[in-house]
Structure formats: structure tokens, C-alpha cells
T-cell receptor
Framework: GIQVEQSPPDLILQEGANSTLRCNFS?????LQWFHQNPWGQLINLFY???GTKQNGRLSATTVATERYSLLYISSSQTTDSGVYFC????????????FGTGTRLQVFP | NAGVTQTPKFRVLKTGQSMTLLCAQD?????MYWYRQDPGMGLRLIHY???????AKGEVPDGYNVSRLKKQNFLLGLESAAPSQTSVYFC???????????FGQGTRLTVV
């Protein structure tokens, strides 16, 4: 089956720093989402981005479907950005399901 | 607009007991899903449904059953709970096709 790999697995930042999270996938996809799981366990939709670039405040994401990767950029990080960031993909030939990566755990310290 | 609502939020079961988790969505989505999340891992698909009256197995279906009698509801059943089913369960829904999925707040289940 498809492999969804996220890197780095863990990231520790000081408030104000910038970071880039990466998601690699091993098959053609036509659905890709980024989620933030906050310390209370809630899954928050960040981006629905099967291709192209989107920005929302301090966060932006880019997906290059032909090269099978997506990047999530966090600028001027804040302590509230802490949590786990998940990438999830839907396959081109089976659009019913999202396959999740194992996540990047981000800790932002003041 | 409540989105996706899961009931209950927490539950403790004894081994061998049964229970049903309820997922309700008010977005008129065709597709609904049940995932489980174990510590340090991403979410894994248990079962899903592409429409009222239809269900299908996901990646880890053993020990679970589901029903989709109404478009807005998706039920996950555990007939005989086992400690290995201790997990956080998430329900999600989306429109037909490759569209954005929305998740409920999760149900933390402990089987002792």
C-alpha cells in the first residue's frame, strides 16, 4: 500500500522561529490534507491542498503532486502551535479513504 | 452548525462488554469514516461508508461492526471489547469524491 512519511518526527523550537514540515507519499494522490492535533487531542483542519500553494496567516502549504511531496511552513511560531501535525492523502484510484502519516510532534517554548 | 459530533467523549469498558459509538454529521456528507488512533501513531481506518445503507472495511476492521441506517449517522459497535481496543476513536465525514474531510472531537475508550 501507499507509504506516507513525515519528517522530522520531532521538532523543538523557540517562539518566533520558522519551520518546515515535510510529507512524502509513494503513490499518485488527488487529495491531501494537513491537520494539527492540539494537546487536547482535537484534529484541526489546516489545509486541503491536493496541489499548489495556499496560505492562511502564519501558515502556508505547498504540494507538488508530480514529485509526491507536500510542505507545511510555520512562520513566527507561537506556543499555541505546539502539538502534532499530520499529513493525510487520498489515492487517485481510491478516493474514499484518507491515509495518515505518523506525524511531526512540534514543541514551541517561550 | 455543529459539524461532526461523537458520543460519548469518554468510556471505560470491562473486557467482554459491548458498546456503540455514535457519529452524527449535519453537513449532508455522503461519506463517513471511523478511525482509531493509538499512542505515537497516525490514524488508521476501521470502516467507512459511501452512502446510506452501505459500509466497507478499512485497514483494521477486526472486532468492530458498523451501520449507516441514516445518511447523517454512522455507528461503530464493539460486540466483545478487548484491551487491544483501548484507543481514541475519531469519526469523519466528507462529500463524495476527493474533498476535504472533517473530524469529530474523538472518543477516548479504555478497556480494562
Amino acid at each position: 500500500g501507499i507509504q506516507v512519511e513525515q519528517s522530522p518526527p520531532d521538532l523543538i523550537l523557540q517562539e518566533g522561529a520558522n519551520s518546515t514540515l515535510r510529507c512524502n507519499f509513494s503513490d499518485s494522490v488527488n487529495n491531501l490534507q494537513w491537520f494539527h492535533q492540539n494537546p487536547w487531542g482535537q484534529l484541526i483542519n489546516l489545509f486541503y491542498i491536493p496541489s499548489g500553494t495556499k496560505q492562511n496567516g502564519r501558515l502556508s502549504a505547498t504540494t507538488v503532486a508530480t514529485e509526491r511531496y507536500s510542505l507545511l511552513y510555520i512562520s513566527s511560531s507561537q506556543t499555541t502551535d505546539s502539538g502534532v501535525y499530520f499529513c493525510a492523502v487520498g489515492l487517485s484510484y481510491n478516493t474514499d479513504k484518507l491515509i495518515f502519516g505518523t506525524g511531526t510532534r512540534l514543541q514551541v517554548f517561550p | 452548525n455543529a459539524g461532526v459530533t461523537q458520543t460519548p467523549k469518554f468510556r471505560v469498558l470491562k473486557t467482554g462488554q459491548s458498546m456503540t459509538l455514535l457519529c452524527a454529521q449535519d453537513m449532508n456528507h455522503e461519506y463517513m469514516y471511523w478511525y482509531r488512533q493509538d499512542p505515537g501513531m497516525g490514524l488508521r481506518l476501521i470502516h467507512y461508508s459511501v452512502g446510506e445503507g452501505t459500509t466497507a472495511k478499512g485497514e483494521v476492521p477486526d472486532g468492530y461492526n458498523v451501520s449507516r441506517l441514516k445518511k447523517q449517522n454512522f455507528l461503530l459497535g464493539l460486540e466483545s471489547a478487548a484491551p487491544s481496543q483501548t484507543s481514541v476513536y475519531f469519526c469523519a465525514s466528507s462529500h463524495r469524491g476527493s474533498t476535504e474531510a472533517f473530524f469529530g472531537q474523538g472518543t477516548r475508550l479504555t478497556v480494562v
